[in-house]
């Protein structure tokens, strides 16, 4: 197929491994509306001033530049997206721009229902949903808020809009909701669901109970598999690294994530660019570049461009993360977009 969009003259992002480049994850605030117990102090984190934060026209720009080297999905993410006024406008540039053909979302879920239908018209395609208990009690005992019935109702909302199928993503964590796993799983049977379970990374504010708490991927799939037979699948669109499973018959599919048990650097085809402009290399490492000074000071497009060929340089060939080791000076996933 002919390449419209990147031109000779404009050769793939690609790193020195040679693993293209092809999706960006965009932070769009670090503030959220829930304070989970494997990510966030419950006071909260000093949070970047408003001032500091891309505006939406800053990001569209950047987003703009990186179309034009071959970077062609993007994922909206936080903190909390949806708690960043009318993100559908945010939604609605990103879709103007040609080459751009996946912007999905990551939420919590909590005010997805009021606004599915319009981030659906404003070209959004999919949702994932952060969902770690099916139990009120337990809801607020590890997002330290209530919120239940209003992520269940955002699922619901995002399903009619046309978001599906919708990843639920689980963070399993032993002695809090491991147990769940199996009815987790079960949802799958009946609802065109991907119910992915995530290993629990540490972090700073995790990491004393880090180790106990992490449940492998390999015992996360020995559970499921004691409920009936799991045969492997190729899962839902997507640019991630999670493995998919069916039971038979079943309408959806269960995946794991397995950042520590399993790593998948080999085939790391991503960047993530922070709230405050500042594009990140590795989820796993210190390895920022600065964009939004050059972005405020009115770079061009080819300026643009050239930094993320430099910042090339700087991505880690992979992380070197262990359990009972932080992920380096990041303080919680929030801060750059999980
Ligand atoms: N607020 C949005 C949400 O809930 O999806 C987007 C940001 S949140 C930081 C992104 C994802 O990172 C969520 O699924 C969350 O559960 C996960 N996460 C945060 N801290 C984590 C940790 N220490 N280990 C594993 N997953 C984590």
């Avoid at 003259?9 to 693993?19: G, T």
């Amino acid at each position: 197929m002919i390449d419209l969009i990147a031109s000779p003259s404009e050769p793939r992002l690609a790193d020195v491994f040679h693993r293209p480049i092809t999706y960006l994850r965009i932070s769009v605030t670090d503030r959220c509306n829930l304070r989970c117990v494997y990510c966030m102090p419950e006071a909260g984190l000093p949070w970047i001033s408003k001032a500091e934060i891309l505006s939406y026209e800053e990001i569209a720009r950047i987003v703009g530049a990186a179309a034009k080297i071959g970077v062609r999905a993007i994922r909206l993410t936080g903190g909390e997206p949806l708690i960043r006024q009318d993100l559908e406008r945010l939604v609605a540039m990103i879709a103007a721009i040609p080459g751009i053909d996946d912007i999905a979302l990551s939420t919590n879920g909590l005010l997805l229902a009021e606004q599915a239908q319009r981030l659906r018209d404003a070209g959004l395609t999919r949702v994932n949903v952060s969902l770690d208990t099916l139990r009120e009690d337990r809801f607020v005992a590890i997002a330290r808020r209530p919120g239940l019935d209003r992520v269940l109702a955002g699922i619901e909302a995002a399903s009619a809009a046309g978001l599906g199928p919708i990843k639920l993503n689980c963070v399993v964590m032993r002695g809090q909701n491991d147990d769940e796993v199996e009815a987790f799983a079960d949802l799958t049977r009946t609802r065109e669901l991907a119910v992915r379970f995530i290993e629990v990374m540490p972090v700073a504010e995790n990491v004393e109970g880090h180790a106990s708490e992490y449940v492998g991927a390999g015992e996360i799939l020995d559970r499921i598999g004691a409920i009936a037979e799991l045969r492997p699948v190729s899962g839902p669109l997507g640019n991630g690294p999670a493995r998919y499973y069916a039971f038979d018959g079943a309408r959806g599919t269960v995946g794991v994530i397995s950042p520590l048990s399993h790593d998948y650097c080999d085939t790391c085809n991503r960047v993530r660019l922070s709230a405050d402009g500042r594009l990140k290399l590795c989820l796993f490492g210190d390895h920022f570049i600065d964009l939004r000074t050059p972005v405020r000071a009115g770079a061009a497009d080819d300026e643009l461009i050239a930094i993320f060929r430099g910042s090339m340089y700087v991505k880690p060939e992979r992380h070197h993360l262990d359990v009972g080791q932080t992920a380096s000076a990041m303080r919680a996933l929030s801060e750059i977009g999980g």
